[in-house]
């Protein structure tokens, strides 16, 4: 039994009340409420029919959709909530020009033509905000990781990742279409976007609405048995 003892099953659609429920008591019934599988729609929207994209529509992304991305990224599980993930939306005409030039030549003209790219990067000082994040725990924390930025940043570049895919899944939640790359120069983004060496440039990620009408078949993925093991 959870804190609250009474808990009334919501009424179908009653979904924002089975969440409060859900926070407040830790039976079953109340669990089935919040947690149930998504419907295959919505996977597909997130999985089996998402793909990346390389042109896209004449469609603006607003800058209040960009904030809804966000609130939806910053809640994904990262090590002690130590949230490393830096963004830098680049969606001027000047911001475009300044990124140009860092990318593959064959990652120019999707880049150039999306309505927004955002570079997806790690502060290699993570930790020294652990104060905002881990109140509790900010100095222990902080002693865990204080110095890895001179040693590979093993931990600032693992959480910044996963936030990394939760950003494409979040997008695509909220009906964007994405176009990861890492083919760009690395060194050139960060000494143009992050002069001061402290933001570590990971992966670009193109959004906007793709138009599905010129992408190949997707290529095969591994089957679980080729990939997974149960011990
Ligand atoms: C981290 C990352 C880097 C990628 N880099 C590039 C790239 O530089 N250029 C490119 O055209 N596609 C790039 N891709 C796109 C992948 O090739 C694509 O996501 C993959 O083939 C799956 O395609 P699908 O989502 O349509 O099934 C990248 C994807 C990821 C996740």
Redesign the pocket.
């Given at each position: 039994m959870g804190s609250v003892p009474i808990v009334h099953r919501p009424a179908a659609g009653a979904q924002r009340d089975a969440r409060l429920v859900c926070f407040a008591d830790t039976r079953k019934e109340a669990r089935e409420a919040c947690m149930g599988k998504l419907d295959d729609r919505a996977l597909a929207q997130l999985f089996t029919d998402?793909?990346?994209h390389?042109k896209w529509h004449d469609r603006e992304v607003p800058d209040a959709l960009l904030r809804e991305l966000h609130d939806l990224v910053k809640m994904g599980p990262t090590s002690a909530n130590c949230c490393p993930m830096r963004v830098v939306f680049v969606r001027t005409d000047e911001g475009k020009a300044r990124l140009r030039p860092c990318l593959?030549q064959?990652?120019v003209d999707?880049t150039m033509s999306a309505p927004v790219t955002a570079i997806i990067a790690f502060d290699s000082l993570f930790y020294t905000r652990m104060h905002e994040l881990f109140p509790d725990m900010a100095d222990e924390a902080r002693s865990w990781w204080e110095g890895e930025e001179k040693t590979g940043s093993e931990h600032g570049f693992r959480n910044g990742t996963l936030q990394g895919g939760y950003f494409i899944l979040a997008a695509r939640a909220l009906g964007l279409d994405c176009?990861?790359?890492?083919?760009f120069d690395a060194d050139a983004v960060n000494s143009e976007f992050f002069p001061d060496g402290r933001f570590k440039a990971n992966?670009l990620c193109n959004l906007g609405y793709g138009d599905p009408s010129v992408?190949h078949p997707?290529?095969p993925r591994f089957d679980f048995d080729d990939v997974c093991q149960v011990v």
């Amino acid at each position: 039994m959870g804190s609250v003892p009474i808990v009334h099953r919501p009424a179908a659609g009653a979904q924002r009340d089975a969440r409060l429920v859900c926070f407040a008591d830790t039976r079953k019934e109340a669990r089935e409420a919040c947690m149930g599988k998504l419907d295959d729609r919505a996977l597909a929207q997130l999985f089996t029919d998402a793909r990346t994209h390389f042109k896209w529509h004449d469609r603006e992304v607003p800058d209040a959709l960009l904030r809804e991305l966000h609130d939806l990224v910053k809640m994904g599980p990262t090590s002690a909530n130590c949230c490393p993930m830096r963004v830098v939306f680049v969606r001027t005409d000047e911001g475009k020009a300044r990124l140009r030039p860092c990318l593959m030549q064959g990652n120019v003209d999707k880049t150039m033509s999306a309505p927004v790219t955002a570079i997806i990067a790690f502060d290699s000082l993570f930790y020294t905000r652990m104060h905002e994040l881990f109140p509790d725990m900010a100095d222990e924390a902080r002693s865990w990781w204080e110095g890895e930025e001179k040693t590979g940043s093993e931990h600032g570049f693992r959480n910044g990742t996963l936030q990394g895919g939760y950003f494409i899944l979040a997008a695509r939640a909220l009906g964007l279409d994405c176009g990861p790359m890492s083919g760009f120069d690395a060194d050139a983004v960060n000494s143009e976007f992050f002069p001061d060496g402290r933001f570590k440039a990971n992966f670009l990620c193109n959004l906007g609405y793709g138009d599905p009408s010129v992408l190949h078949p997707r290529l095969p993925r591994f089957d679980f048995d080729d990939v997974c093991q149960v011990v």
